[in-house]
């Protein structure tokens, strides 16, 4: 190893910290105990790159590069000092820089075990318990999973769930990944019929505790505990030896590493490092790299300089001084919340206030990777608005000491620390070394409060400190009252907390606080964050919290104040969340039935998801020639393009060569049904992420930075934003490439004139659904690899649509489709989102390939992928529906307007697909529903699971729940009443056969205990005034097949070799779902012989050609019969040799007709008959079937604030007989999780101008572990055949989205019940999401009162709804 023990001051001072080009000192590292020696470790190179691209270990993934999915997680272990003991935490690779590894031991998920080798105990039970569906989240989970056990071999539940706040997963819904890991901790999980002391859940029925009947022929066991192998944690890996040689006989060395643009120096001593900072007074000093990182990466930063004090003794020190504890400023979160939690133990309560507030702000401060690196210094210095900690340390008064190399100073973090944006008072050449955080006092109060849109690792949108010291009883002597999230800093109400001084602590202080806070906390109606009169509002509610919570204490210690209302306490309370729990009830295979279809097999993939081999797009191993690309897109909505001018970017370094349109070889027309897309825009942008062009160079950071250096000269055009603009516009798309003022369709039936005459009553009203990001784990990517000759391309690509792929590419280069081979092995998640705009970088990828002759690849960064690819669309709804006064309706006149973007898409269907479910489950004799495209400049919205009928279906609930609010009859009964029966027809003149409505929501009934439960909720909003309960129940009728009928056709190819190994291809693509899984069972059946002899390799548009895109939910229908198909003439022709050797062995069948000349090759085809609609005339069929489910969902909202647990869930499904419960439950469950975030928690926000706002996970919230319902009850329907599909199931993938519905209505319920108290009752309009902020402001109040909004018009709003 080089010497690194130069370390001394004398040489920082002169030549290591001058960012001279001297060489750089060997990085050592351990990965998976193997010794890494790196010489040229660049300052700017991710762990996660390094592993990947350096090491080839792709079981790492990057999901976001942004610390705020997990999908990166790694264990990293050190000996602490002084004790040596090794210290094993879970971070994000995409955030930890390479040379912060120096003598650290790296573990991946490659490391801990592989199907080849051996499992991981942790590995084999998140896979058996079907924990994982794509995939590409599973190995974060494990690693996640993994380092808690390696500290704490006998974690709690509640231990999981803190572990996991910072993994994401899009797909499974969470529940199975704690079932699976619960049996890792001393709470236990099933135990899969072993029995435990209090015996077996399945014996003693606690299993089935919410079954309504006695059921014989049902099954809660989705997987058996008993065959998990036992983990024994005295087996782990240990932490490599000749690594603690290394750490325990080194001396103190500085470290230096230079890099292409950055210098990383690494002092030893804490006089190094002010030196160095006083030579470098610009340098960044990182510790956990989780606010600069994310400058560096998506603000486009560049640090020459990077000063790493990670190691400093004084900087991690921890001591107790006179007046409370100092932390070190490179101490990180966790090591605080440690400490504070240990202090809170041990003193007295009096004295540890201010530790419960900071502990409670670190309770919801990101995830634990990024606690486990992110210091407290980091945070106070990065200085930002919305900072958690921030509050708090200024409201308790804590001090910092700084220092430069003439010395150092304290000083208090009070209103002077701040000086402005991002800003402090601390100078240039000052470091910070430590943080005092005091004792509190006796008669002292403190709160921390965070609101954000998501409660775990979330921003705050304000957050907020609070301390109250008392003299004489409930006399405030001081005040202290700190807001993030109301300025450009953290801000000081110090007006309102001076009014209040001397004054007691009762209503009167109470009403003067308010009224100040609402006059001193103001903010511009522009400010950036929006949401301006819900933060207002906010800061008097928390206040509010505050004070009865002090005003309770103060009783507590028998002072002499007002009481606190008994309705009032629970405003006070915070949230604790609990152990989620669920079961999920199925019918139990049939006695006899020995094979698999009916069996809860695990995904085929899952044990490769969970260690990391298995392989996706991105993680194919790179050709030795490989390109990397990077897209140039447009920063305008709407404009024409003067100029391209790449010069710049082409000399960049490492930079190959721009692709612009001109180097498109054959039509730059595209799209997936009408060609109104460019591949690459030369004239004109229709929206902001347009793509213009795209630079290709030898990596992929050079092509990034270099794609920046292309400047777009434009010329600004008017942008069309929202639904509203384009209606007062008249901007709507007719199909035929003309915009009128015409709905695109009209779907009408019955007399809707006598419908409103007939009625008692009408009523209009009107609904705003907002859009939703796909936010599959896996972003866009494709490889493309020229062939050499004829013209032949290669792809690899994740999309669900290889053969639209195929075409879309031939066209672009000028080829027939015959030379386009796409190959999917699998996607990291789709819904949707992968049908057809994963062709917008297919076609470029190509496009340069085809150019430079070589292979090309793209995976799109996360913000990319958010800004360029579109989403669900945003739905307006007008309507207007006439009922009788026994609840019955009976005429609608419904009117949906959808934000299509810049061209047409897929929109046209999912408009149709809308107008088909626009009346949900009820029956209304006389309707109408008209579509109106509205063509805007946002990037084209696209398929989103469901496909515009969770659109449809949410504005019909909307007016269902305002027909029993006018009547003031409980929604449920009213709901009821306008069910389908057996025999009715839709709206487009279906006749409902088969229908199993009713009995989902008598089920869903009695499994929920719905009307006990409305009594106690009922009785609940009686007892309090600031929490709310409410409850809902919702059905979903959802059609199954393409609505464009030549779609509905599938086919397959089936090889049996001479071994009697079975290849089994069909056109649908594997995202997650299982459908390859479900194949396999089809095939296994049909042919006869165990799943273990059938092996699907991919979906290749040269086996299976002209595949419909795997969607609609209708792709094990489809393929299913197509593999039926294929295996039946296989069985066919194998039937003679089975005959003739009735004892005879498959391998020995295969072989005699083998040797008897007979085709071992079969292809199958399946087109679903009798489809076909017109709606001209409203006729035809448009559905093979319906699936049908109901669910019934249990809310609490903290009115004061908008937030809203989810209590309870119960949903019933009819997916027919299931192929294969556990494949299908979780489809429920995960489809129930992404409606559950489109419904009250995702929100897309844009500015007016059209640019995309919210680009990552840090901004865009998907559900996390902690929304799951804390009872989530699933039950897939008994005794429901389905004829019309293969085996008698049915489809799932889509249908059961919808149901989180019945959370928002729930909510809705909650928020009509705060109404009720300021007296407001009544319809009133609620939109989707139902958000923090759209709560709290429909809980209209006393404090939303003191702040009225600007007067809309008067201000240009931050952002707008689309
Ligand atoms: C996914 C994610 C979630 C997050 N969630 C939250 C959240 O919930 N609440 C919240 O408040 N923040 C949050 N953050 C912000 C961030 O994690 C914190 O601010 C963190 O404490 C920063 O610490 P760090 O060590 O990583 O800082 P670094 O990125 O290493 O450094 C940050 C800044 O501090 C300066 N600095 C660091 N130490 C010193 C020192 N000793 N002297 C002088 N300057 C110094 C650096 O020069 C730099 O400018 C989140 C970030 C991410 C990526
Ligand atoms: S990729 Fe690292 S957290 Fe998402
Ligand atoms: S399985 Fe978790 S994201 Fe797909």
């Known amino acids: 190893m080089t010497d690194t023990s130069t370390d001394t001051a004398a040489r920082c001072a002169s030549g290591s910290g001058s960012g001279s080009r001297s060489r750089s000192d060997q990085l050592v590292f351990f990965v998976n105990g193997k010794k890494i020696v790196e010489e040229k470790a660049d ?174 022929d049902e099954s809660a066991c989705l997987f058996r505990a008993a065959d998990f192998a036992p983990f024994d944690p005295t087996q782990e890996v240990i932490f490599p030896p000749e690594l603690m040689s290394l750490i325990t006989n080194q001396r103190p060395a500085s470290l230096r590493f230079h890099g292409e643009r950055a210098t990383w120096l690494q002092p030893c001593s804490l006089h190094e490092l002010v030196l160095l900072k006083w030579k470098h007074p610009d340098a960044k000093v990182v510790v956990g790299n989780t606010e600069v990182g994310i400058e560096v990466k998506f603000k486009n930063m560049l640090y020459p300089i990077t000063l790493a004090p990670a190691f400093i003794p004084e ?230 919290k505050f004070y009865l919570t002090v005003l309770q204490k103060l009783r507590d210690q028998g002072i002499s104040v007002e009481a606190v209302q008994p309705n009032c306490l629970s405003a006070a309370d915070l949230h604790h969340p609990e152990t989620p729990s669920g079961v999920q009830v199925f019918q139990a295979m049939p006695k006899g039935q020995n094979d698999v279809v009916g069996r809860p097999m695990m995904h085929l993939s899952a044990l490769k998801h969970a260690t990391g081999e298995a392989v996706y797009c991105d993680d194919m191993p790179m050709y030795e020639n490989e390109l990397y690309l990077a897209l140039v897109t447009s920063s305008k909505a709407h404009a024409n393009i003067l100029s391209i001018d790449s010069s710049l970017a082409e000399t960049f370094p490492g930079v190959i060569s721009c692709v612009f349109a001109a180097d498109i070889p054959g039509s730059n027309a595209t799209g997936p049904v009408y060609s109104d897309e460019t591949i690459l825009a030369d004239r004109q942008v229709t929206c902001v992420g347009h793509i213009i062009g795209a630079v290709v160079a030898d990596t992929q950071l050079h092509a990034q930075r270099a794609a920046k250096a292309v400047r777009v000269q434009y010329e600004e055009l008017h942008p069309l934003v929202t639904i509203k603009e384009a209606i007062a516009a008249q ?223 949410m504005v019909a609930e909307s007016w269902m729940n305002d027909v029993a609010q006018s009547l003031e009859r409980p929604a449920h009964e009213v709901r009821r009443l306008n069910l389908y029966m057996e025999g009715e027809s839709t709206p487009y003149n279906q006749i409902l056969d088969q229908l199993t409505l009713d009995r989902c929501w008598d089920e869903c009934l009695s499994r929920s205990g719905f009307h006990e439960r409305r009594a106690a909720v009922d009785l609940y909003n009686r007892k309090n005034r600031w929490t709310k309960r409410g409850l809902a129940i919702v059905p979903t009728k959802f059609g199954i097949s393409f609505t464009a009928a030549f779609l509905n056709q599938a086919g397959a190819l089936v090889h049996i070799y001479t071994d009697g190994s079975v290849l089994l291809t069909h056109g649908g693509t594997e995202m997650g779902q299982g459908l390859h899984t479900k194949m396999v069972q089809v095939a296994s059946r049909v042919l006869g012989i165990p799943c273990s002899k059938i092996h699907i390799s991919e979906t290749n548009t040269s086996t299976v050609p002209n595949t419909s895109p795997t969607a609609a939910s209708a792709s094990s229908d489809l ?139 840090g901004s865009y919230k998907i559900p996390a572990i902690g929304d799951i319902p804390t009872r989530l009850t699933v039950s897939l329907l008994r005794d429901a055949p389905n004829e019309k599909a293969i085996f008698s199931s049915k489809a799932v993938g889509e249908p059961p989205l919808f149901l989180a519905a019945a959370n928002f209505f729930a909510i809705k319920d909650a928020v009509a019940s705060a109404r009720g108290e300021s007296g407001l009752s009544g319809p009133f309009r609620f939109d989707s999401p139902a958000s923090t902020e759209r709560i709290r402001m429909a809980c209209s109040d006393q404090f939303t009162h003191l702040c009225p909004p600007a007067e809309p018009g008067s201000f240009t709003p931050w952002s707008v709804q689309v």
């Open 731 to 953: 901007s709507f798309y007719q199909g035929n490439g003309t915009i009128q003022d015409q709905p695109i369709r009209t779907l009408q039936r019955g007399d809707l004139e006598a419908g409103f005459k007939q009625a008692d009553r009408v009523i209009e009203g009107e609904m705003h659904i907002g859009g939703q990001e796909h936010f599959y784990l896996e972003t866009n990517v494709t490889l493309a690899v020229p062939r050499g000759e004829d013209g032949e391309m290669e792809l690899f690509v994740s999309t669900q649509s290889a053969s639209k792929t195929q075409s879309l590419v031939a066209k672009a280069l000028g080829v027939p489709a015959n030379r386009v081979q796409v190959r999917v092995k699998r996607m990291g998640g789709g819904f949707g989102g992968k049908e057809t705009r994963t062709t917008v970088l297919s076609t470029v990828v190509a496009v340069a390939a085809n150019k430079l002759k070589r292979p090309v690849r793209c995976m799109l960064d996360r913000d990319e992928d958010m800004l360029v690819t579109g989403g669900r669309h945003p739905f307006y709804g007008k309507y207007k529906v006439g009922f009788l006064k026994s609840g019955k309706v009976v005429a609608l006149d419904v009117s949906y307007y959808s934000n299509v973007g810049n061209s047409m898409d897929l929109s046209l269907s999912i408009m149709e697909r809308a107008l088909f479910h626009m009346e949900n489950s009820y029956s209304v004799a006389n309707v109408r529903g008209r579509g109106f495209l509205c063509r805007t400049n946002l990037p084209t919205n696209t398929a989103f699971r469901g496909f515009g009928g969770p659109q449809g279906m």
């Open 1119 to 1257: 393929n299913g019969a197509a593999v039926h198909n294929a295996c039946e003439t296989l069985h066919r022709r194998l039937e003679p040799y089975k005959s003739r050797n009735p004892k005879g062995s498959w391998e020995d069948w295969v072989k005699e007709a083998y040797f008897d000349r007979v085709n071992l090759s079969a292809n199958g085809f399946y087109k679903t008959p009798d489809l076909g609609y017109d709606f001209d005339s409203n006729s035809g069929r448009v559905f093979n079937y319906f699936s049908y489910g109901v669910a019934s969902s249990e809310v609490e909202i903290d009115c004061l604030t908008g937030a809203h647990k989810n209590l309870s869930t119960t949903i019933v499904m009819d997916v027919g007989h299931s192929l294969n419960p556990a494949i299908d439950i979780g489809q429920v469950e995960g489809g129930f999780m992404q409606g559950l975030g489109l419904f009250t928690i995702e929100e897309l926000h844009y500015s007016p101008c059209g640019v995309l706002l919210t680009r990552g996970p």
């Open 315 to 544: 900087l991690n020190e921890v001591r107790h001084t006179e007046d409370g504890v100092l932390f070190g400023a490179a101490c990180t979160l966790s090591h605080m919340g440690a400490v504070l939690r240990e202090e809170v133990q041990t003193r007295p309560a009096h004295q540890t206030q201010v530790f419960l507030a900071v502990l409670e702000q670190l309770r919801w401060f990101a995830g634990l990777q990024i606690r486990n690196v992110a210091a407290i210094g980091g945070n106070i210095m990065t200085a930002s608005p919305i900072s958690d900690l921030n509050p708090v340390f200024m409201a308790t008064g804590c001090k910092v000491e700084l220092m430069d190399k003439d010395g150092s100073r304290v000083i208090p973090m009070d209103n002077a620390f701040f000086t402005g944006y991002r800003k402090t008072a601390v100078r240039p050449q000052e470091i910070l070394v430590s943080i005092e955080i005091p004792y509190s006092k006796k008669n002292q109060f403190v709160s921390a409060f965070k609101q954000s849109a998501r409660r775990e690792d979330d921003i705050s949108i304000v957050t907020a400190a609070m301390s109250v010291t008392f003299c004489h009883g409930d006399v405030v002597e001081d005040l202290k009252l700190s807001y993030g999230g109301m300025a450009a800093t953290t801000a000081m109400a110090s007006t309102t907390a001076r009014s209040l001084l001397g004054r007691r602590w009762g209503e009167e202080l109470l009403q003067g606080a308010c009224r100040s806070l609402a006059k001193e906390m103001t903010l511009d109606p522009s400010a950036p964050g929006g949401m301006v009169t819900y933060r207002r509002t906010l800061t008097i509610s928390l206040f509010y």
């Open 43 to 216: 300052p700017e190179t991710t762990l996660l790159t390094y592993l990947r691209r350096t090491l080839g270990l792709t079981g790492t993934k990057l999901g976001c590069a942004e610390g705020g999915c997990g999908a990166c997680t790694v264990m990293l272990s050190r000996p602490q000092p002084p004790t040596g003991r090794v210290l094993h935490y879970a971070v994000n690779a995409c955030l930890a820089p390479l040379c912060s590894l120096h003598l650290v031991a790296v573990t991946t998920v490659e490391g801990i075990g592989s199907v080849a080798r051996k499992l991981h105990p942790v590995q084999e039970r998140i896979a058996r318990a079907h924990g994982s569906q794509c995939g590409f989240c599973t190995p974060g989970f494990v690693m996640s999973m993994y380092a808690l056990l390696r500290n704490n071999p006998t974690p709690k539940m509640a231990d999981l769930e803190e572990a996991f706040q910072g993994n994401l997963c899009r797909c499974t819904g969470y529940r199975p990944i704690l079932e699976g890991f619960k049996s890792l901790t001393v709470d236990g999980g099933c135990c899969g019929g072993k029995g435990r002391n209090n015996g077996c859940c399945l014996a003693n029925g606690s299993a089935a505790e919410t079954s309504s009947q006695e059921v014989t």
